[in-house]
Nanobody
Framework: QVQLVESGGGSVQAGGSLRLSCTAA????????MAWFRQAPGKGREGVAY???????GYADSVKGRFTISKDNAKNTLYLQMNNLKPEDTAMYYC??????????????????????WGQGTRVTVSS
C-alpha cells in the first residue's frame, strides 16, 4: 500500500518561503507520477504542481514563477519549494501519486478524486 507523508508546512508572513516534503514508503517514487494539491478553507481541492516519471513538470497559473516541484529518487522524496508566498496560498497541501499519467493529469485538471494515492496533508498559513 502506498504511503505518503508530507512535512514542512507552517506559518509565514507574505513574501516568505517554505519547502514542503513528501516522503514515500512502500513504493519506488521513480515509478510514479506525482503532484501537489491544495485545499483552502471552504474551497475545493486544486492542483498546484505535477512531475511525471520522465521529469515533465507543470504548474497552476497562480503559482508559476513562485513554486518549484522536484523529486529526489534516491531519497524517495518529493518537494515543493514555495517562494514569495501570498495570503491566498494559505491551504492544506497534499501530496498525491498515481501510476497512470492520464489519471494524474486529469486529477490536476479537476478530477482529483481519481488520483490513486494521497498523503494526510500539511498546513500552510501565510499572513499579510
Amino acid at each position: 500500500q502506498v504511503q505518503l507523508v508530507e512535512s514542512g508546512g507552517g506559518s509565514v508572513q507574505a513574501g516568505g518561503s517554505l519547502r514542503l516534503s513528501c516522503t514515500a514508503a512502500a513504493i519506488t517514487l521513480s515509478d510514479y507520477h506525482m503532484a501537489w494539491f491544495r485545499q483552502a478553507p471552504g474551497k475545493g481541492r486544486e492542483g498546484v504542481a505535477y512531475v511525471g516519471t520522465y521529469g515533465t513538470t507543470g504548474y497552476a497559473d497562480s503559482v508559476k514563477g513562485r513554486f518549484t516541484i522536484s523529486k529526489d529518487n534516491a531519497k524517495n522524496t518529493l518537494y515543493l519549494q514555495m517562494n514569495n508566498l501570498k495570503p491566498e496560498d494559505t491551504a492544506m497541501y497534499y501530496c498525491a501519486a498515481d501510476l497512470k499519467w492520464g489519471t494524474l493529469r486529469s486529477g490536476f485538471d479537476g478530477n482529483w478524486r481519481r488520483v490513486a494515492s494521497w498523503g494526510q496533508g500539511t498546513r500552510v498559513t501565510v499572513s499579510s
